[in-house]
């Protein structure tokens, strides 16, 4: 038998290339051809297509599952779960769990894709256990990376684990391209050699290796790959599907796809390209083999990128680009994706420009070591570890189990707040509380396309004001976006602060918007007290009392934008 093809145009494709801003009326022209084509699946939804409906588009995601499902009657519908995380960024309750996967059955999924970015199984197993009662095509996913603890054996063993867990089929999921032909090959046979359901790989051509390692694969045994349309493939894209099914054309492992249908969709993607062309950009059209020696993947690095250049400090990127693999190797070596891409990146940019390692830690880092997020695949750094949470003992159980049942709560706050006018509203609003309510009482505007004027390099008015923050309430993100009039920069007004350091001054560490003022003047406070939260590059900082003493004056307040050795309060020690 040939091989399957899954195409992720809908999903993953335009995630990676034009920041998942495809819009459901540019999906629905094409889907009855799509559901022609024969592909295995079609993967449609996940967290990121989830986030961006609400957050930018305006755009009901479940609408769009259902309107997807009118026109897609015989393939597959595949979305992407982040396991316990569901299509959110933190650990929800297992009663949320079930109300989501209930509620994406019922809409129209039916092959979930669950990974978790720690590959800890036991991050897993709920979902696969419900979305199996449903009787849906449930795929168990190994985040692929490379590191000492990471071995093809490792790996095969948690492919066998998936396997006894239900699993129908199993995915190799290389989220940064990082896999090459000799490795996809040996990873596969190795694979095969120890479960008897489907494998499929799923890669990247971040590193331009991809196409290679699918013929790799192919030879090895592989059952699926995973392809987009080539207008929205390569880059940092997947595949292009009418380049794979063509090559491998009267082969042993021929797809059985029909090259002109193939090639009439193509074109109907290729048109829609132009629509969003102004989202395109070198960096993530252009496979780049530097993901090779750092294995930061694509979209990381660009966030990398737009974070140092906030914080004024740009010329510091390849020293941040060193320190993420030390970061990386202190946390026990986690595979590089949401959450944790975010999590080790930003960590490595304060420990660079703090000028000192991990004196200052996000929140995010502290649960991180807490266990909070699940066991890592190596040991901890315990220097490290002992260094930002002293002797404070890891949780041992799965970190859902200590989230007490949380839908009954969504659900009566969503109905006092009068924005649930369907039963996907309370999981909408239980997944992102913030975001949601704008999107749900139907205050959002579908956000304008660029034009090419504004996407020029800007000469701004105001070079030191940023314009656009993301704020993270736990872990919930929302934007806050200052906007200029009539193109003139907006005067902030600032408390009058002193010209020079008084002894005893807290200064902050970094730029960012401070999110929570702990304490105020004549406020007694031992040595490591919070004294207020810093949020910076979409994590929580806390300012700790640098000594025990005695809060004096306080020169900021919540909201205000700092910039780094800006003075935040003065503290009289106490002996
Ligand atoms: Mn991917």
Not at 29 to 35: K, V
Not at 80 to 106: C, M, P, T
Not at 237 to 247: G, K, N, R, Y
Request: aromatic content about 6%; charged content about 25%; overall charge negative.
């Amino acid at each position: 038998m040939g091989i399957l093809i899954t195409d992720t145009t809908l999903r993953d494709a335009h995630q990676s290339l034009i920041a998942t801003r495809m819009r459901t009326r540019d999906m629905l022209p094409i889907a009855a051809e799509l559901d022609k084509a024969g592909f295995f699946s079609l993967e449609v939804w996940g967290g990121a297509t989830f986030d961006a409906c609400i957050r930018f588009l305006n755009e009901d995601p479940w609408e769009r599952l259902r309107s997807l499902r009118q026109k897609i009657k015989n393939t597959p519908l595949q979305m992407l779960l982040r396991g316990q995380n569901l299509v959110g960024y933190r650990h929800y309750a297992d009663d949320v769990l079930r109300e989501f996967i209930r509620l994406s059955v019922k809409n129209g999924i039916e092959v979930f894709r669950v990974f978790d970015a720690l590959n800890d199984i036991r991050n897993l197993e709920l979902a696969i256990k419900v979305a199996k009662g449903y009787k849906a095509h449930v795929q168990g996913t190994i985040c692929y990376t490379t590191s000492p603890v990471h071995t093809t054996e490792k790996f095969a063993g948690m492919a066998r684990d998936l396997e006894s867990l239900g699993c129908d089929s199993v995915c190799v999921k290389d989220m940064a391209g990082l896999i090459s032909p000799v490795v996809a090959s040996e990873l596969i046979k190795a694979i095969k050699g120890r479960v008897t359901i489907p494998v499929n790989l799923h890669s990247h051509c971040s590193s331009g290796m991809a196409p290679l390692s699918y013929h790799a694969a192919a030879l090895a045994g592989v059952d699926i790959v995973d392809t987009a349309f080539s207008a929205f493939g390569w880059g940092t894209s997947q595949p292009p599907t009418e380049s794979i099914v063509a090559a491998f054309k009267g082969t042993p492992y021929d797809t059985g796809l029909d090259l002109e249908l193939l090639y009439e969709i193509g074109e109907y993607f290729a048109a829609l390209c132009g629509k969003y062309r102004v989202l395109f950009t070198a960096e993530t059209t252009r496979p780049s083999v530097n993901v090779l020696l750092h294995q930061v993947p694509g979209g990381m690095l660009s966030n990398l990128v737009s974070q140092l250049r906030e914080q004024n400090a740009l010329d510091r990127f390849s020293e941040v680009l060193a320190e993420v693999p030390r970061v990386r190797a202190d946390l026990g070596y986690p595979p590089l994706v949401t959450p944790t891409s975010q999590l080790v990146g930003i960590q490595a940019v304060l420990n660079v420009l703090a000028g000192e390692r991990y004196k200052q830690v996000t929140q995010e880092v502290k649960e991180y070591l807490l266990g909070k997020y699940g066991r890592p695949p190596a040991e901890f750094n315990m220097e490290v570890r002992k260094q930002v949470i002293g002797d404070e003992p890891a949780i041992d159980v799965r970190p859902a189990d200590l989230i007490k049942p949380e839908l009954e709560k969504f659900q009566n706050e969503g109905r006092k707040l009068g924005i649930i006018h369907q039963e996907e509203d309370v999981v909408t609003y239980a997944l992102y509380p913030q975001v949601a309510v704008k999107f749900l009482r139907g205050e959002l505007k579908e956000e304008a396309m660029p034009s090419q004027a504004e996407l020029a390099p800007k000469t701004p008015a105001a070079p030191d004001l940023p314009m656009e923050f993301s704020v993270d309430v736990d872990g919930e993100m929302f934007n806050v976006k200052v906007s200029s009039v009539m193109g003139k920069a907006i005067e902030v007004e600032k408390p009058a602060k002193p010209k020079e350091l008084p002894p005893g001054a807290v200064v902050a560490p970094m730029q960012g918007m401070v999110l929570a003022v702990k304490v105020k003047p004549g406020d007694v406070v031992r040595e490591r007290d919070t004294l207020m939260t810093i949020e910076a590059m979409k994590m929580q900082n806390q300012i700790v009392a640098p000594h025990a003493g005695v809060v004096k004056e306080i020169f900021t307040f919540q909201g205000e934008v700092v910039n780094a050795g800006d003075i935040l309060l003065v503290m009289e020690a106490s002996d």
